[in-house]
């Protein structure tokens, strides 16, 4: 009987918020803590300080990776050098289509015909995150997601875990259905308005103010009411890109044997 359980114990293991470790992970997690409180020499501190500054260089490297792709934008547009053309929503990289898929389902669907551009916009965009990872977008090109990050630290620093109201993640399957819906019943990309990404995506490249109050109510209620509320419980372009992600070449995975209960994996 021993052997289905070294098996069991031996497959990764995801434990996500919420959830109830399995009995292999909580053991495993246990003998982890219970190492952790055991060493404390200058060693293993550096060791820990290592792995802290190894996680801010990669938040660094994001930072300025989207704040460059999205000031190229806004180079591109200002001098009219024709590198980086149009907005998140649809682009041109020096001639080669880019469009984002759930902003060319909008299109579809409200004008009801298919644009041969949007197509190769669309799958040139897949084929790009199929190997680099679908939320890799989120995290690596989104202005509103930078945002974001800078609210929650902001949340952080005035006691805001304590006023998190989480919704159902479900929600987001709603409200990207929805959308579609209503760009189908009504001929207008409705979430093109609301979208806080193309919204600071205008504001950036052509200098248009129109919506900034409500990307700024946004943020608010990130930060007073509920944590990342806008990427966790509503953004359907995200949940696209999470779709897309399933496929993709690079994912992150959960091993349970290399844990070491230094919360790296939520970092």
Not at 44 to 51: D, E
Not at 105 to 120: C, E, S, Y
Not at 192 to 197: A, F, R
Request: a positive charge; aromatic letters at 12%.
């Amino acid at each position: 009987m021993a052997e289905p359980k070294q098996q069991e114990a031996e497959k990764p293991i995801a434990i996500g918020k919420g959830r109830t470790p399995e009995p292999a992970a909580q053991a495993i997690h246990a003998a982890r803590r219970s190492q952790a409180r055991e060493r404390h020499s200058p060693l293993h501190q550096m060791r820990g300080v290592a792995k802290h500054s190894g996680r801010t260089h990669w938040r660094n490297r994001r930072w300025i990776l989207l704040i460059l792709v999205n000031l190229l934008f806004v180079v591109s547009y200002r001098l009219d050098i024709q590198v980086l053309e149009g907005s998140l929503s649809a682009s041109r990289f020096v001639g080669f289509h880019l469009a984002d898929p759930y902003a060319a389902m909008q299109v579809w669907l409200a004008f009801g015909h298919v644009i041969p551009n949007l197509v190769i916009g669309v799958c040139t965009l897949i084929a790009l995150y199929l190997l680099v990872g679908g939320r890799a977008f989120c995290s690596w090109v989104c202005p509103y997601h930078l945002l974001a990050e800078w609210v929650e630290w902001l949340r952080s620093r005035i006691g805001g875990k304590r006023r998190d109201h989480p919704f159902r993640p479900e929600l987001r399957w709603l409200f990207w259905v929805a959308f579609l819906l209503i760009a189908l019943g009504t001929g207008y990309t409705v979430f093109e308005t609301l979208s806080p990404v193309g919204i600071l995506s205008r504001a950036m490249i052509y200098g248009s103010v129109t919506g900034l109050g409500w990307v700024g109510l946004l943020l608010l209620w990130e930060l007073f009411f509920t944590r990342r509320g806008w990427c966790r419980y509503v953004c359907p372009i995200g949940l696209t890109y999470r779709l897309v992600g399933t496929f993709s070449l690079v994912r992150v995975r959960y091993n349970l044997e290399s844990c070491q209960h230094d919360g790296a994996c939520r970092q």
